[in-house]
């Protein structure tokens, strides 16, 4: 009883420190409308999909996370992007909708522009009555909290060609504390995300797909993602990522049929949790259809 405690007490923390920051995805370059509203309807296909993250396996009340997403080109070269987002961790869930929606602006024969809006719903729980504890009846857990629905709206833009790519995004505009009328359960900051990558040719059948990610949020230390993704044919991609001091991994994607991709991602971490976990795995099922409506806008290769 006693492990449970001290772990949740840990979750917990770890959880304030967490709910910082917005749903921490390996593959968001399978899906950039995760951490842009500007990349919805940026591609000639449309894609659903669910994606499952299972962090530090092994540990009790360790995070999981669950979405369905969906990104789709509209007429008059606007795209929409949406998707339902569950955390969980120990007893506390975190549940978010989203929706986006973007314009994509020609800027020249090669440069297009991209500018997304977001709007947000999201409820958080902490099911405390479902601890058990060593003294019965402890108030400290014997009720629950439930947070209501609250909103939030975020912002990003997008500059493109067919082979480099560049974005900044604030998904989560507004701070907000979350508190049961007395103590304060979490505290939402805003992020700011610049990114950028490009396309290689290496040969007829590989290219070198590049890519670099910037998270910024309020008390917490600047953080980047690496992605060295190799893709064969349109058809296999796999490569490395290194997350600042905090994980590395390897990223694998196929694409069964032409409307079916798979992704997997392994994340080991380099922090003092490898002595408690190795485990960090990631993997997410895409679904692919040509859209109806034709862009004007020439279509990037580089996002898989």
């Known amino acids: 009883m006693k492990r449970i405690i001290i772990s949740f007490s840990f979750m917990l923390g770890v959880f304030q420190l967490l709910a910082q920051q917005d749903p921490l995805y390996g593959q968001y370059i399978f899906n950039n409308a995760i951490i842009n509203p500007a990349q919805a309807g940026v591609q000639d296909v449309n894609q659903c999909g669910i994606l499952a993250r299972r962090q530090w396996l092994g540990m009790d009340g360790a995070p999981a996370t669950n979405s369905i997403f969906i990104n789709t080109s509209l007429p008059k070269n606007l795209g929409f992007a949406g998707g339902i987002y569950s955390d969980r961790i120990g007893p506390i869930r975190d549940l978010t909708?989203?929706?986006?929606?973007?314009?994509?602006?020609?800027?020249?024969?090669?440069?297009?522009?991209?500018?997304?809006?977001?709007?947000?719903?999201?409820?958080?729980?902490?099911?405390?009555?479902?601890?058990?504890?060593?003294?019965?009846?402890?108030?400290?857990?014997?009720?629950?909290?439930?947070?209501?629905?609250?909103?939030?709206?975020?912002?990003?833009?997008?500059?493109?060609?067919?082979?480099?790519?560049?974005?900044?995004?604030?998904?989560?505009?507004?701070?907000?504390?979350?508190?049961?009328?007395?103590?304060?359960?979490?505290?939402?900051?805003?992020?700011?995300?610049?990114?950028?990558?490009?396309?290689?040719?290496?040969?007829?059948?590989?290219?070198?797909?590049?890519?670099?990610?910037?998270?910024?949020?309020?008390?917490?230390?600047?953080?980047?993602?690496?992605?060295?993704?190799?893709?064969?044919?349109?058809?296999?991609?796999?490569?490395?990522?290194?997350?600042?001091?905090?994980?590395?991994?390897?990223?694998?994607?196929?694409?069964?049929?032409?409307k079916i991709y798979v992704g997997y991602m392994y994340e080991y971490p380099l922090t003092d949790l490898r002595l408690a976990t190795k485990q960090t795995h990631e993997l997410s099922l895409r679904m692919l259809w040509q859209t109806k409506y034709k862009k004007r806008v020439k279509s990037p290769r580089y996002f898989l």
């Not at 440069?111 to 058990?132: C, D, H, P, Y």
């Open 97 to 258: 909708f989203q929706a986006d929606v973007a314009a994509h602006v020609p800027i020249n024969s090669n440069w297009t522009f991209s500018g997304g809006i977001r709007t947000m719903a999201s409820n958080l729980s902490v099911n405390l009555t479902s601890l058990q504890t060593n003294q019965t009846g402890d108030p400290n857990f014997n009720t629950n909290f439930n947070s209501g629905t609250y909103f939030n709206m975020g912002a990003g833009v997008l500059f493109y060609s067919e082979k480099i790519f560049a974005g900044a995004s604030f998904p989560r505009l507004f701070t907000r504390e979350v508190n049961d009328g007395k103590t304060a359960i979490s505290k939402y900051q805003n992020h700011l995300y610049i990114y950028g990558g490009t396309e290689l040719k290496v040969n007829e059948d590989f290219t070198f797909k590049p890519s670099i990610l910037f998270k910024r949020v309020s008390d917490a230390p600047l953080q980047f993602d690496l992605n060295f993704v190799f893709d064969y044919k349109d058809v296999l991609a796999a490569g490395p990522m290194i997350r600042s001091r905090d994980a590395i991994g390897f990223l694998l994607g196929y694409k069964i049929t032409s």
